[in-house]
């Protein structure tokens, strides 16, 4: 049995990229024999400027966008990261392990420092041990496989470091995690920008679609993507990166090869009414659930508490381990 583990941070609204990227790839792991978590993870929304009423808001509504996607609390534990204590327990451990050099080399921390910077707001230190909390969660429950998009790849990477280097100096203690990608859309692009990423904490939202969108609104902002000015449909990742993004979510979401797909238009306009078309339907059962479990937030919580003293009672004695490996008294 496989142990699956893997989070999302409710620092703003859920966007297509996080779902085929990401949460896709979660719902697709129930049909395994394998054991699965998957947490929101608040704790890594406070790293940056935040509204203390929002991120409460948005970790409610990621919890109840993650059982309208289709997680199955029968079949996963769903569970919010600070109701663990086990997660920060362990981090102030592998930050006994990591280096400082390592961490600054992160291409999210360099990203994000710079543009809080540009913005005249200070550089929380949180930001920078950041991987470290994240390889915490991961490394607590003994996970083998970490479903991600490939923007967290660099992250799944430091945490496998970390687990070996712990391992050399204190003995075996931690099961060595690998990243999963999708095979197509393990990073959706923005629609205006697509040399950028789809990111929810974005603050201009026209290239982003979410998954909370009507479907007008959808159609809008697809049909306006920023495309190449050559004329004729390829897939070309470097070249051509806003015709590569429609054929990469095209492909995605009707199961395509995104090549292939590029073979069958002569023009962006039919490509973008289909691409459309495409993400409005993959999208309308997510919104339609999602309206009816809102409509319960109680039971929604319910979902949550019983989601963390699973996830506490798998995560306490690995956590315990590695205190009493690396030479804490454990009471
Ligand atoms: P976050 O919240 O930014 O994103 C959640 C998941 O969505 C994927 N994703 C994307 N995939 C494809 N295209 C995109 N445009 C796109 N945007 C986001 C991300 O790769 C991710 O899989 N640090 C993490 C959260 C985290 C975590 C963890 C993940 C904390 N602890 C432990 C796995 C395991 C993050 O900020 O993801």
Redesign the pocket.
């Known amino acids: 049995m496989t142990r699956i ?7 703003g609204h ?10 896709r790839q979660w719902v697709a792991t129930e049909q395994r024999p394998d054991e699965a978590l998957f ?1 929101v ?1 608040d704790l ?1 929304a406070l790293t940056v400027e935040h509204d203390p009423a929002r991120v409460r808001r948005l970790s409610r509504q990621a919890a109840t966008l993650l059982l309208a996607a289709g997680l199955d609390p029968r079949v996963c534990t769903l569970f919010v ?1 600070s109701h663990v204590d086990e997660h920060t327990r362990l981090a102030y451990v592998l930050e006994c392990t990591a280096a400082d050099g390592e961490l600054r080399r992160m291409i ?1 921390y360099k990203e994000k420092a710079a543009k809080a910077q540009a913005a005249g707001e200070g550089v929380r230190l949180s930001l920078l041990t ?2 470290v ?3 915490a ?2 490394l607590a429950y003994g ?1 083998e496989e ?8 660099q ?2 990477e430091l ?1 496998r470091d970390l687990a070996v280097r712990f391992n050399q100096r204190y003995g075996y203690t931690f099961t060595v995690p690998r990243a999963t ?2 095979a197509v ?6 629609l205006q920008q697509p040399t950028s ?5 974005e603050a201009v939202g026209s290239g982003i679609v979410y998954l909370l969108d009507e479907p007008e609104v959808i159609t809008k902002k697809v049909m306006r993507a920023v495309t190449d000015n050559e004329g004729g449909v390829v897939y070309e990742r470097e070249d051509r990166p806003g015709a590569a993004n429609l054929l990469d979510i095209l492909a995605a979401c009707t199961g395509g090869d995104p090549a292939v797909l590029a073979g069958g238009y002569s023009g962006y306009g039919q490509l973008k009414r289909d691409v459309a078309e495409a993400v409005v339907e993959t999208l309308r059962p997510v919104r339609q659930r999602h309206a009816e479990l809102a409509a319960d937030p109680a039971a929604v919580d319910a979902v949550l508490r019983a989601g963390a003293e699973r996830a506490r009672a798998i995560a306490r004695p690995v956590v315990d381990r590695a205190y009493e490996a690396i030479g804490l008294l454990v009471p």
């Open positions: 583990f893997s989070g999302i941070k409710p620092s859920l966007t297509l990229g996080n779902y085929l990227g990401a949460v947490c993870v890594h990261q999210q950041y991987p909390l994240m390889a969660d991961i996970t970490v479903p991600v998009g490939e923007d967290q790849r992250h799944v945490t990608t999708p859309a393990a990073r959706v692009m923005d990423k789809m990111g929810k904490s």
